[in-house]
């Protein structure tokens, strides 16, 4: 589980002119997906608008040809009479002849076929589907796309997709019959070239006028977040060197004034115990005197290392390197062992090299304090245009607490500094136990 100190911030810094390009290509990537997606949507809809109206035009034309067919099913059509059939024949030829219509089938409620444009199916019986019996005694019309798949179409199967229309009607003696007719589908298909034709250059303008309109307001608004970003990196540049500049002072007014102060009373505490007499009438005072002096060379010493802490060494090519080692020394003071490793290709700007050097001081520093651990590694690598510092140990590893735990604000406030400059900083377990803590951030800081 990693506990990400910081949200993901970016990886790189506002650069002139970066926003701009980025929103226009962004803009141009939605606009193609925009169009893809209406062109789509518009063949879809002119499929469904020439399905629809080619299946009531169907219904109207087969429902016409059904009242005046019902007429002539007669007694003798339905026994087989010649004659009957040939009236019938004549009568549905020229349709059949002029593609208006394709197939026809004449349905006794028994699911016997009374004449059919296929002679060899007059007089067989096939089974109805429900939405077909419920015709019967209506005069009711419906209509679909069919595949020919049913069984009374064994003949007509390789003719493809067809226009399938079913009208509920009565013939010359009043019984129920329906009629089946079949028809082509090349009118849906033309339609339906009419209307992408005339819906898609409408849809498409559309959009395009829109874009059109909308793009250069994209364009005015990232030049603002541009210009904004780079003010603000400028700010955060002059606050860097504000706070580099005040760290100098700092430093240099410590080991000018109170780290020589203290020096000098260490070099004079020795001088003073030769002073003191060598009765043990002096012990006391002998013993306060070493005592003093210890603390001195104490106090001398950590304020050396915590003006190496304020003010680092030059950070600049190998003394980056150098600075880490030293680190790492401190640490093997307190009984931890540190490796550095540093990539062949690690190189970076000043400030990318003293942000490097943060993390590190902080990593070991949490280590030391926190880990309990006997071992770390130090790796400073170049990814790219990124800069990764790592600092992994073999102590007794995180939890989703540790980042809020009492001790650890240093490791905020390095976190917050770290997406402050575009960059991320997560504390996460080692897959071995220990912890992992990873800076990863621009090797250009800041770009004016």
């Known amino acids: 589980m990693s506990s990400q100190l910081t949200d993901d911030g970016p990886t790189s810094t ?15 990537v939605w606009s193609i997906i925009a169009m893809i997606v209406i062109s789509i949507a518009t063949v879809f809809i002119s499929q469904r608008l020439a399905r629809e109206e080619a299946l009531e035009d169907a219904q109207a034309r087969a429902g016409g040809i059904a009242r005046g067919v019902a007429d002539l099913v007669t007694g003798p059509l339905k026994a087989g009479d010649e004659q009957a059939v040939a009236r019938v024949s004549s009568i549905m030829e020229p349709r059949l002849r002029s593609g208006a219509l394709t197939h026809v089938k004449l349905w006794a409620p028994d699911g016997t076929i009374i004449w059919a444009d296929e002679p060899s199916l007059i007089g067989r019986q096939f089974p109805l589907e429900a939405d077909v019996t ?60 009419e209307l992408i034709a005339e819906l898609l250059p409408l849809s498409l303008g559309g959009l395009l006028i829109f874009q059109i309109t909308v793009l250069p307001l994209a364009v ?20 860097l060197l504000a706070s580099d500049l005040e760290r100098r002072r700092i430093a240099q007014d410590l ?9 000098g009373l260490g070099f ?23 005592h003093v002096s210890t603390v001195l060379s104490r106090d001398v ?27 790492a020394m401190r ?63 073999d102590g007794r590893g995180v939890d989703e607490n540790t980042v ?42 800041i770009k004016t």
Do not use: C, W
């Not at 067809?162 to 339609?191: C, H, I, N, Q, W």
């Open 14 to 28: 506002g650069v002139a002119g970066s926003v701009v390009r980025h929103a226009v290509v962004r803009f141009a």
């Open 134 to 193: 419920s015709l019967f005694g209506t005069s009711d019309v419906t209509a679909e796309l069919s595949n020919l798949d049913k069984p009374e179409n064994a003949e007509e199967r390789l003719e493809g997709e067809l226009l399938e229309v079913y009208v509920g009607a009565y013939d010359s003696t009043g019984r129920p019959m329906v009629f089946e007719a079949y028809l082509p589908t090349e009118g849906m298909e033309e339609k339906e070239k």
């Open 220 to 239: 005015s608004l990232a030049r603002r977040v541009d210009r904004a970003q780079q003010e603000r990196a400028k700010v955060l540049r002059h606050g």
């Open 255 to 263: 080991h000018d004034g109170v780290i020589q102060d203290l020096a």
């Open 268 to 290: 004079a505490m020795p001088i003073v115990a030769e002073q003191l007499p060598s009765g043990p009438e002096a012990a006391d005072a002998r013993e306060a005197v070493a």
């Open 301 to 327: 010493t950590a304020l050396r290392s915590l003006l190496t802490d304020i003010y680092p060494p030059n950070l600049e090519g190998e003394g980056l390197v150098a600075a880490v080692e030293e680190l």
């Open 331 to 393: 640490a093997e003071d307190a009984q931890v062992s540190v490796s550095v490793e540093v990539s062949p290709d690690f190189h970076a700007p000043l400030d990318a090299t003293r942000l490097a050097y943060r993390v590190v001081r902080e990593g070991l520093r949490n280590v030391l304090r926190h880990a309990r651990a006997t071992a770390a590694q130090v790796h400073l690598l170049r990814n790219g245009d990124d800069i990764v510092v790592r600092v992994v140990d």
């Open 404 to 445: 809020t735990a009492p001790g650890h604000l240093g490791l905020r406030l390095l976190a917050d500094t770290v997406q402050d400059l575009g960059g991320r900083l997560d504390l996460s377990p080692g897959a071995r136990g220990g912890a992992i803590l990873e800076a990863v951030f621009p090797a250009d800081l």
